[in-house]
């Protein structure tokens, strides 16, 4: 991430706030972090290798190895990166948009929603959970991190959401991290089964968001029968 350095530790690199990079530096981390990136979208982890990477980005393998250990350090500076960019997406969102009332809560969470789904239709994404799918045995590290990252961040941004909008009385919750993982789960379960099975299937985003929409209004108002049925 842009004003940001990466460091080594015996976990794998990760990004650093506290050590930030040389511009020069930064630059070259920058340039081999960018060339991974495309080259797992493009060919997968498995086919990718540090001569790959080295060919399309220049640059040294002193440096690679100096900065993010191996590949897999350099798919977890990726993954890591990419989460901090939905989370931060997500902290982005405007606490009280326009609308006090339930109007303001629906599109509050309908922004939330949206996020998430948009996200998860970034081929970055998706190169990520194929990774971990599939190299999942041989690198339990890199899934525990990436639900430290990704899944348990993202729920606590929810968690954090539901709890403010039934502070304000636009909701009854009486456990919001629960609240949070099944929102979560309705809006990604049924996108992300399609995207892992037909992952070349053409994208609507305006099914898409009539998609999420639903999900937000059965959360708000359920789906039973309307009040004197």
């Not at 929810?158 to 609240?179: K, M, S, T």
């Not at 992952?199 to 059965?218: H, I, L, N």
Request: charged share 20%.
């Amino acid at each position: 991430m842009p004003g940001t350095g990466l460091t080594h530790t015996r976990h794998g690199p990760r990004t650093a706030a506290a050590a930030p990079a040389r511009p020069r530096g930064w630059a070259r981390c920058r340039a081999l972090l960018d060339a991974a990136a495309t080259l797992f979208v493009e060919k997968g982890f498995a086919a990718t290798s540090l001569t790959d990477v080295l060919r399309q980005a220049g640059g040294s393998r002193t440096t690679l190895y100096k900065h993010f250990g191996d590949k897999e350090g350099l798919f977890r500076a990726m993954m890591e990166e990419h989460c901090a960019q939905l989370v931060e997406g997500m902290a982005s969102t405007p606490t009280h948009p326009p609308g006090s009332g339930p109007e303001g809560a629906e599109e509050r969470l309908a922004r939330f929603g949206l996020h998430l789904a948009r996200t998860l239709y970034a081929p970055e994404t998706m190169a990520i959970l194929r990774t971990l799918i599939s190299e999942g045995g041989r690198i339990p590290d890199l899934v525990e991190a990436f639900f430290h990252v990704g899944p348990e961040q993202t729920d606590e941004q929810l968690a954090r959401c539901f709890q403010e909008l039934a502070a304000a009385g636009h909701l009854r919750i009486d456990d919001p991290a629960v609240a949070a993982r099944a929102f979560g789960g309705m809006v990604v379960g049924h996108l992300l089964l399609k995207r892992l099975i037909l992952p070349d299937a053409p994208v609507a985003m305006d099914e898409v968001e009539r998609y999420v929409r639903a999900c937000v209004r059965m959360v708000l108002h359920g789906i039973g029968p309307s009040a004197g049925h």
